[in-house]
């Protein structure tokens, strides 16, 4: 049996003292573990040496490539220059901070052989985000109707879910819902997560909650309601005309009816009805950049050769 060639994508940014033993552990793995494995290393701008020190460590570890950002760009870019520089048909994403053990990737992988096309870890352990983390998972469960208890952790996933799926900055946290919104399955299994030995954590922070939270409801935005931007923008501004016709036969009956003129009730009838229209016009200019995007987006595809068989990402670059 040939076996497929595994390639774990390792964002780091400035996380020097941690790639030595990264790579040991690795290497420890893919002795025990028969499958062809090999390494890319992005560093994402880092300023403490990471760069340096991993390039030094390409002479130990004949699988392990280096790559790197010429300034910090984010975790989603790092992800997608090395999904960008692999040929390999199965990708493994990790931190590269130790706290996820490189022994439990062999158990998502004989998971993914069971037919899925994702395999995402479920943490198992105590960190000090769990709250934020269990809220945030619960949330993204029931918007996005996913199977699964965790989808911001270590995961192994096949090469065309990255080739499908549009990956904006910071996105990378919404990889699983993403793919499932494109059709593919998804399953998970029970990792450790460890504490971190060296440096910090580089997503701490309250800020980043707040995006977090502003992220998950764009995405939902996205691969939900703007599916069809006419038929949801359409509908809340018929919702607002129809309110304001209603609140000016109120109107007209309070004046001829029973003689009492409320002019607040006109400026009422006014601001519904151009609400409403303003929200028609809004669904129709949106549908057509929709429209206009998959356009483009099939023009790409056509052009690059995406999901073509016997493809190469190396000329997609």
Known sequence: MVQKRIAIIIPAYNEKDNIAPLMEEIQEMTLQDSRGYEVILVDDGSTDGTFKEAKRLTEKYPMLRVLRH????????????????????????????????????????DEMEKGFDIVTGWKQGQYSKRFVSTVYNWLSRHLFHLPIHDQNAIKALKSKVLEEIDLRKDWHRYIV???????????????????????????GGKGRVLVGLMDLLSVKLQISLLRKPLLFFGTLGGILVTLGILAGLYGLIQRFVYQQGYRPILYLVLLLVVSGLVLFTVGFVTEAITALSERIARLEKEITGYGAQGSSKEDQV
């Open 70 to 109: 010429r300034r910090n760009l984010g975790k989603t870019d790092a992800i997608l220059t090395g999904f960008f520089h692999s040929d390999a048909s199965i990708l493994v994403v990790m931190d590269a901070d130790l706290q996820f053990d490189s022994n439990d990737i062999p158990l998502l992988l």
């Open 177 to 203: 819902a993403l793919a499932v919104n494109k059709g593919f399955t998804v399953s998970e299994v029970k990792v450790k997560l460890r504490s971190r030995l060296y440096g910090e954590s580089k997503y």
